[in-house]
């Protein structure tokens, strides 16, 4: 597939006719070519974020043949104050790509990797057929709906959003589109996570009873800046306006901004969001309900802290209720992990490893009979086999936007310090107006969805 076919295929072949796959295309690996594709042959990505999980994704992607680099974006050039203190930024990453193919880029193989300040103007390069999503949780609707009109298939960091309206309007964006989204909750790509819930959507405890999401507590100070929480000048190469972008106006200080964002009410939503996109995801998964949600939220209750910068909750509990008589606890006080709990018995997994009532039920052997599901072993890599054949990845973004629902409600609820009762098809709070005003955000200026 050369040039101009190709990229007319990867940018309108994607989930045609409401998700029908169109006939696959055999990946290069699989036919066991030994020397990297020529760049006509490759997808060719750009990156919008490049801090943390930006920076690794670059890493991840540059060893896949299939992938041509082809441009990073970032407002931060680059500086200290990520995962440890680390160092990254815009220029860290072009440098790490134009490194790694320094070789090609001399023989006029490969184009160096061009750096931007703007995501808009990646997303203008007519020559980039995907894109990676990995901004702070305020900015990801934006750019994902822009990419999504403009063609791109994207893989994108969870929490898919900040808010459940931003995550229904980046959905309908994208399916709209027609392009592939991957979600970056990669515990579904893995072997156990996949067996547990199989075995619990074929009965092998019995009757679903309740699920336990175990999510940890407090807020690490990851990037090593927590005691910068006082205003300070605004670094030189950081464009921190634009790193506002939606949020409200406020003060730089560093403890605001890179990896400690996500314990600000503005950027995100603390560890309630940040594993709800993990733990919940994986709960809804073997529940059957990825493609709705619960009915009621109760008997929340968090722990914010007052007067502070980091005002995210740093203990939490609260209660999904499902239609089918299931209810979710998501707290911080359980063991960090998903416990399944039927009338026969029961499943706890996490990244760590898992744990059964009784080991035959973990021995189960299921076959082609019992209900399946999507099986994945590289989320990477899975996201590139979807956008060559067209299809619907691992962790398609409707059903993250459910998962990542149920946190946002609880969140709510915990600052609301009620119940509430939830239309899953409607999505939409029944009788209270305060909930239902929260489930979106202002957006300051010019900003829009």
Same mark, same amino acid.
């Given at each position: 597939m050369k040039s101009k076919n190709r990229r007319d295929f990867l940018k309108t072949g994607a989930l045609l006719a409401g998700g029908l796959a169109l006939p696959s295309i055999v990946p290069a690996s699989a036919l066991g070519r030994a020397s990297r594709p020529a760049p006509s042959d490759r997808i060719t990505l750009g990156f919008i974020g490049t801090g943390n999980m930006g920076t690794g994704h670059v890493r991840r992607f540059l060893g896949n043949e299939q992938v041509q680099i082809a441009a990073v974006c970032d407002v931060n050039r680059a500086s200290y104050g990520y995962w440890n203190g680390g160092y990254a930024g815009r220029e860290p990453a072009q440098q790490l790509v134009n490194f790694t193919h320094s070789k090609q880029i001399r023989s006029g193989k490969y184009s160096a990797c061009e750096g931007y300040e703007d995501f808009r103007e990646l997303l203008a390069r007519d020559d980039i057929d995907a894109v990676v999503v990995s901004t702070p949780d305020h900015w990801h609707a934006i750019p994902v709906i822009a990419a999504a009109r403009a063609g791109k298939h994207i893989y994108g960091e969870k929490p898919l959003s900040l808010t459940v309206k931003e995550g229904r309007a980046m959905s309908d964006a994208v399916k709209e589109a027609g392009v592939v989204f991957q979600t970056g909750s990669q515990q579904r790509s893995n072997e156990r996570f996949r067996h547990a819930c199989e075995l619990v959507l074929n009965g092998r405890i019995g009757t679903l009873r309740t699920v336990r999401c175990g999510l940890p507590p407090g807020q690490p100070d990851f990037g090593e800046t927590g005691d910068r929480k006082e205003p300070e000048p605004v670094p030189e190469g950081f464009n921190y306006d634009l790193?506002?972008?939606?949020?409200?106006?406020?003060? /730089?200080?560093?403890?605001?901004?890179?990896?400690?964002?996500?314990?600000?009410?503005? /950027?995100?939503?603390?560890?309630?969001?940040?594993?709800?996109?993990?733990?919940?995801?994986?709960?809804?998964?073997?529940?059957?309900?990825?493609?709705?949600?619960?009915?009621?939220?109760?008997?929340?209750?968090?722990?914010?802290?007052?007067?502070?910068?980091?005002?995210?909750?740093?203990?939490?509990?609260?209660?999904?209720?499902?239609?089918?008589?299931?209810?979710?606890?998501?707290?911080?006080?359980?063991?960090?992990?998903?416990?399944?709990?039927?009338?026969?018995?029961?499943?706890?997994?996490?990244?760590?490893?898992?744990?059964?009532?009784?080991?035959?039920?973990?021995?189960?052997?299921?076959?082609?009979?019992?209900?399946?599901? /999507?099986?994945?072993?590289?989320?990477?890599?899975?996201f590139i086999d979807s956008v060559i054949a067209g299809t619907e990845p691992i962790a398609p973004i409707e059903e993250a936007h459910r998962s990542i629902s149920i946190a946002h409600l609880g969140n709510i609820a915990m600052q609301l310090g009620r119940d509430l009762r939830w239309d899953p098809d409607r999505e939409v709070v029944l009788d209270d107006a305060s909930a239902n005003e929260m489930l979106g955000r202002p957006m300051r200026a010019p900003w829009t969805l």
């Amino acid at each position: 597939m050369k040039s101009k076919n190709r990229r007319d295929f990867l940018k309108t072949g994607a989930l045609l006719a409401g998700g029908l796959a169109l006939p696959s295309i055999v990946p290069a690996s699989a036919l066991g070519r030994a020397s990297r594709p020529a760049p006509s042959d490759r997808i060719t990505l750009g990156f919008i974020g490049t801090g943390n999980m930006g920076t690794g994704h670059v890493r991840r992607f540059l060893g896949n043949e299939q992938v041509q680099i082809a441009a990073v974006c970032d407002v931060n050039r680059a500086s200290y104050g990520y995962w440890n203190g680390g160092y990254a930024g815009r220029e860290p990453a072009q440098q790490l790509v134009n490194f790694t193919h320094s070789k090609q880029i001399r023989s006029g193989k490969y184009s160096a990797c061009e750096g931007y300040e703007d995501f808009r103007e990646l997303l203008a390069r007519d020559d980039i057929d995907a894109v990676v999503v990995s901004t702070p949780d305020h900015w990801h609707a934006i750019p994902v709906i822009a990419a999504a009109r403009a063609g791109k298939h994207i893989y994108g960091e969870k929490p898919l959003s900040l808010t459940v309206k931003e995550g229904r309007a980046m959905s309908d964006a994208v399916k709209e589109a027609g392009v592939v989204f991957q979600t970056g909750s990669q515990q579904r790509s893995n072997e156990r996570f996949r067996h547990a819930c199989e075995l619990v959507l074929n009965g092998r405890i019995g009757t679903l009873r309740t699920v336990r999401c175990g999510l940890p507590p407090g807020q690490p100070d990851f990037g090593e800046t927590g005691d910068r929480k006082e205003p300070e000048p605004v670094p030189e190469g950081f464009n921190y306006d634009l790193w506002l972008g939606p949020a409200p106006e406020a003060e /730089y200080s560093p403890a605001r901004c890179h990896v400690n964002f996500r314990w600000i009410l503005d /950027y995100s939503g603390g560890q309630v969001t940040d594993w709800g996109g993990h733990h919940p995801d994986i709960a809804q998964w073997g529940m059957g309900t990825a493609r709705t949600g619960p009915i009621a939220i109760r008997n929340a209750k968090g722990t914010f802290p007052e007067n502070d910068l980091w005002n995210t909750a740093t203990e939490y509990y609260f209660e999904a209720e499902y239609a089918n008589g299931v209810t979710m606890i998501v707290t911080s006080d359980e063991q960090r992990g998903v416990r399944f709990e039927g009338d026969d018995g029961w499943i706890f997994v996490s990244r760590g490893g898992h744990e059964v009532s009784d080991p035959a039920i973990w021995s189960t052997i299921l076959s082609d009979q019992d209900t399946r599901l /999507y099986h994945s072993d590289n989320h990477h890599q899975d996201f590139i086999d979807s956008v060559i054949a067209g299809t619907e990845p691992i962790a398609p973004i409707e059903e993250a936007h459910r998962s990542i629902s149920i946190a946002h409600l609880g969140n709510i609820a915990m600052q609301l310090g009620r119940d509430l009762r939830w239309d899953p098809d409607r999505e939409v709070v029944l009788d209270d107006a305060s909930a239902n005003e929260m489930l979106g955000r202002p957006m300051r200026a010019p900003w829009t969805l």
